[in-house]
């Protein structure tokens, strides 16, 4: 299988920090189910740059336009 990649320019508002990596992924569906969630992928690239480890707890949200990702951290009592 060939994977087309475009070179794309990532814009951001001034008040973000500076991208350190960044990459294509295709969205799929799980195999199963009557209602099958959507998969993405992180890749290996972004995950190692955000030191992301497997079952570690992620937050994903929306605005509606975009798609957010960031820790879930468990607030200390």
Avoid at 29 to 57: F, H, M, N
Avoid at 65 to 76: A, C, G, L, Q, S
Wanted: positive net charge; without cysteine; hydrophobic residues 40%.
């Amino acid at each position: 299988m060939i994977r087309k990649q475009m070179a794309v320019s990532i814009t951001m508002a001034p008040d973000h920090k500076k991208v350190i990596a960044h990459d294509v992924v295709n969205v799929r569906t799980a195999r199963s189910g009557e209602y099958p969630p959507l998969i993405i992928s992180i890749p290996r690239k972004i995950a190692d740059a955000v030191r992301l480890k497997k079952g570690e707890s992620v937050r994903i949200y929306t605005d509606g336009e975009r798609i957010y990702i960031d820790r879930f951290e468990k607030p200390e009592i």
